[in-house]
């Protein structure tokens, strides 16, 4: 059995220690390396996975030159995937990036090139597809039960990015804090839209089963002092009607804590009926022309290779088998294509034809 050799790079987004976590847990996978230019973000990340000092680095190309990962985590601030991309991919490594996809559609289609040449993986990780509802959902569509997919409806977020730590550990952010965080910085690609609204555009292009849309209307909202949006809504006009897109930071509660309302998660209507999936809820409530009356269905367990990014990406560089469709460059180009076209509208409060 190959042993697979795993780096994590940049911890911008600390979603690296999940996905750290996920490394040290599979049976034929090792941390080899752990490279950030603030010694300070890796400390925690070193003690946990226990690592030698001679696997810790703050220079990235030294750290692949010396290790020779097989798999890299990528997890910079969302401006700065194009750049990390670049800067790894000539080292001929396969590439595990954080979502989002990218800041914008160019940058996402710098990564792409940057990966043809290598003939190696890009995949995006979206942590909301290991939710079992996500995953149970996508089956009953796949079966047909809600005939055509024709819309999607979503609302997501929490309290804020820095509300949660790895393993969704609660903080209490400071204004210093948030000041300091690429999270609210506009440059970097921060806001609660560029943050969060590829969830619902990327896992609604998935649901609906890779369908383009034609147009975008969005508007936002942020607190005053900061730079960045924490509320947005995209209207998104396909050739048959329209979909939504919701992303708040500042949810009254979490939604793996206490679902707030609004709910977090997708309602789904297809030409012969209608499904909710709620984040972490235990139950898909479906509707058909057979049954409309509300049926409430338990979500499927999840096994492997479907629980998390590290297992799922394994088992597709070993076997071949598909990934699982937001993963792919194909599903989260169009939702980065929704995202864009949702930033520039907001930016010029008008409706605006979909980003190429």
């Not at 097989?70 to 997890?75: A, K, T």
């Not at 601030?77 to 991919?89: D, F, I, L, M, Q």
Request: glycine share 8%; aromatic share 8%; charged share 20%.
């Amino acid at each position: 059995m190959k042993r697979w050799r795993i780096a994590g790079i940049n911890f911008d987004h600390f979603h690296m220690g999940d996905l750290l976590r996920q490394t040290h847990e599979h049976p034929a996978a090792e941390i080899v390396a752990i490279c950030d230019e603030q010694p300070s973000r890796m400390t925690a990340a070193a003690a946990q996975f226990h690592l030698r000092e001679d696997q810790v680095f703050t220079d990235v190309d030294a750290c692949l030159r010396q290790t020779q990962p097989d798999l890299v985590i990528l997890c910079p601030a969302a401006s700065k995937h194009g750049e990390w991309v670049e800067k790894v991919a000539p080292y001929g490594t396969h590439l595990l990036m954080e979502k989002p996809f990218a800041g914008s559609l160019v940058e996402a289609d710098r990564m792409v090139a940057a990966m043809k040449k290598t003939g190696k993986l890009l995949a995006i990780n979206w942590p909301l597809v290991w939710d079992a509802g996500q995953q149970t959902a996508h089956r009953l569509i796949q079966e047909g039960l809600i005939g055509e997919p024709l819309e999607f409806q979503h609302y997501g977020g929490n309290r804020g990015p820095l509300y949660h730590g790895a393993d969704k550990i609660e903080c209490e952010p400071t204004a210093a804090e948030k000041a300091a965080s690429w999270f609210y910085r506009a440059d970097q690609g921060g806001g609660a839209l560029l943050d969060y609204m590829g969830y619902g555009t990327t896992l609604g292009t998935w649901h609906l089963g890779a369908k383009v849309p034609e147009e975008v209307t969005c508007a936002w909202h942020g607190s005053p002092g900061l730079e960045v949006d924490e509320h947005a809504i995209a209207i998104i006009r396909y050739a048959h009607g329209l979909s939504r897109s919701e992303t708040r930071w500042g949810t009254f509660t979490d939604p793996w804590t206490h679902q707030p309302q609004p709910k977090c998660g997708f309602v789904i209507r297809g030409s012969e009926g209608t499904l909710s999936c709620y984040d972490y809820e235990p139950v898909i409530r479906l509707q058909t022309r057979s049954a409309p009356a509300v049926q409430e269905i338990p979500v499927d367990p999840i096994s492997a290779p479907h629980r998390n990014p590290i297992e799922h990406v394994i088992h597709h560089l070993e076997t071949g088998s598909p990934l699982i469709g937001p993963l792919t460059i194909e599903i989260s180009r169009i939702g980065q294509q929704i995202v864009d076209t949702a930033f520039q509208s907001a930016q010029e409060k008008k409706t605006l034809p979909l980003v190429r």
